[in-house]
């Protein structure tokens, strides 16, 4: 039985050709794209606060609506660091993740404690009283004008930030390429898919010997610190906070993306965070001021149709598309008519 586990284990975390042509397209995109990368930039950013929430909702089951909390609390410590202390993108990127993480272990205690009901406003409630805290607080944080001043040094001594975001969607996109990797290492270990049972059923997790609390907790706090790190990046690249990082929207929009591209699997984040900023982008070029209204009819028809059956739809037109430009395949089906 242990074999098998072990098995299916590693055949779960093996890498398939398809992952690599996915990251090869993304490295590719600072050559293909030249003029694109900040947007490129913001997409990677929004994709690696995705893969956060994804750990603890697609694989723990946990529902959160502040999770904006760690991604606003990551923004304005590599902030207030460069700005007051150390410049390095890099050390603040552990310092912010560092920080978010110990703030996650805080409030892993209170979000674990009732219903999903009860989770979802106390997540909420962190968020905003974070929110009101950077709000009053304006002698550190900047208040409603944010936190100016804000100056990085070149990534590692060497590569220097520029106006057309190339160094920062490079920088930005190394970090989600390796906590991504480091988060699928986790999903396909003994931990994730302990956590897959726990999402599936507790009561029969802790009967069978997980410690359902514990390991609830450690991945809430890994998922607080990747979205830490996530700020961080949108503090680092744009060098500037606002109230904005810790708005209830973002925890909105990040749900949204995980609608899109799919819970519990990471990259349903990623392709989710891709297909919602660039229709966002789309969108808002075309009805600045309805964007809004035909990103909720799309999520309307996507929940309503179900991911599933529009995916085998597409299939199923490319399959006839194929079968329409093959030799012989129009004769064929005069055949075969009555």
């Given at each position: 039985m242990r074999d098998r586990a072990e098995a299916l284990i590693l055949r779960r975390a093996r890498w398939r050709p398809a992952e690599y042509v996915f990251w090869l397209l993304a490295f590719a995109a600072l050559v293909l794209f030249p003029d694109r990368h900040l947007i490129l930039n913001e997409i990677a950013i929004l994709a690696l606060f995705a893969v956060s929430l994804d750990l603890i909702l697609g694989y723990a089951g946990l529902v959160s609506l502040g999770h904006a909390a760690f991604f606003g609390f990551g923004a304005y410590a590599a902030g207030l660091l460069a700005k007051h202390a150390v410049a390095e993108p890099v050390i603040g990127l552990v310092a912010a993740g560092a920080g978010a993480a110990l703030l996650g272990f805080a409030t892993s205690f209170l979000v674990l404690r009732g219903t999903d009901l009860t989770r979802l406003m106390v997540t909420l409630g962190v968020a905003l009283i974070l929110g009101e805290i950077a709000n009053q607080a304006a002698w550190l944080t900047g208040g409603a004008d944010g936190l100016q001043?804000?100056?990085?040094?070149?990534?590692?001594?060497?590569?220097?930030?520029?106006?057309?975001?190339?160094?920062?969607?490079?920088?930005?996109?190394?970090?989600?390429?390796?906590?991504?990797?480091?988060?699928?290492?986790?999903?396909?270990?003994?931990?994730?898919?302990?956590?897959?049972?726990?999402?599936?059923?507790?009561?029969?997790?802790?009967?069978?010997?997980?410690?359902?609390?514990?390991?609830?907790?450690?991945?809430?706090?890994?998922?607080?610190?990747?979205?830490?790190?996530?700020?961080?990046?949108?503090?680092?690249?744009?060098?500037?906070?606002?109230?904005?990082?810790?708005?209830?929207?973002?925890?909105?929009?990040?749900?949204?993306?995980?609608?899109?591209?799919?819970?519990?699997?990471?990259?349903?984040?990623?392709v989710g965070a891709v297909l919602f900023r660039l229709v966002q982008d789309l969108l808002a070029g075309l009805t600045p001021q309805y964007w809004h209204f035909w990103i909720g009819l799309i999520l309307v028809v996507l929940v309503l149709m179900g991911r599933e059956r529009m995916t085998s739809g597409v299939a199923a037109l490319a399959r006839a598309g194929v079968d329409r430009l093959r030799p012989g395949a129009g004769r064929a089906t005069k055949e075969l008519r009555p």
């Open positions: 001043g804000v100056a990085m040094d070149p990534i590692i001594g060497v590569f220097e930030f520029d106006l057309f975001g190339r160094t920062a969607y490079a920088y930005s996109l190394v970090t989600l390429f390796l906590l991504f990797v480091a988060a699928r290492r986790l999903v396909n270990s003994p931990l994730g898919l302990s956590l897959t049972a726990i999402r599936d059923n507790p009561l029969r997790a802790a009967a069978v010997g997980v410690p359902v609390n514990p390991r609830l907790v450690a991945v809430y706090t890994v998922s607080a610190a990747y979205a830490g790190i996530a700020g961080a990046l949108l503090a680092q690249t744009t060098q500037f906070v606002s109230l904005d990082v810790l708005d209830f929207h973002r925890s909105a929009d990040v749900l949204l993306v995980l609608v899109i591209g799919g819970a519990g699997y990471l990259y349903g984040g990623i």
